[in-house]
């Protein structure tokens, strides 16, 4: 090889020993920003897990006042529940009230008979899907008697 090398021109291995020491550099380099990644990889991972964790127990609190705020809503349901019917009743007795033309403390006459009564109370009735209005009067000798709206005038 020694022959080999005396022949070859010196510009050649001046070349190949360059491109050799840019070559190992290049690598020296390449090795030292992976072993610097990897080395910071574990701090990296780190922070992210740490911000994960931080999220999940912001997540976490938000959830509990959710579930809190869901607890004490439901308790003043349930109380409120038992009242539910006679809200209903209620609605129900206001809505018919707006479509007769009497109010209680209205005298009015029977179409039976023509005599002068003052409605004492207004009375609805029924079920889910139907009702009845009955007016309660009283005549002129303090006798309370129920009738259908269409009996007075």
């Known amino acids: 090889m020694d022959a080999f090398d005396s022949n070859m021109p010196q510009e050649v291995k001046r070349g190949s020993k360059t491109w050799l020491i840019i070559l190992v550099v290049l690598l020296l380099g390449i ?64 809505s018919s009230r707006i479509v007769i033309p009497h109010k209680i403390g209205d005298v009015v006459k029977l179409k039976f008979d023509s005599s002068n009564v003052v409605i004492t109370d207004i009375i609805v009735g029924g079920g889910m899907f139907e009702y009845y209005v009955r007016y309660r009067i009283m005549h002129s000798d303090r006798k309370v008697e129920e009738v259908a709206p269409e009996m007075v005038y």
């Open 31 to 94: 090795t030292s920003f992976l072993v610097y990644l990897n080395l910071t990889a574990n701090k990296r991972h780190t922070e992210a897990m740490n911000e994960l964790q931080l999220k999940h127990q912001q997540e976490m609190a938000r959830l509990m006042m959710a579930n809190k705020t869901i607890d004490s809503l439901f308790k003043v349901v349930n109380h409120l529940e038992k009242y539910r019917g006679l809200v209903e009743a209620g609605y129900t007795r206001d």
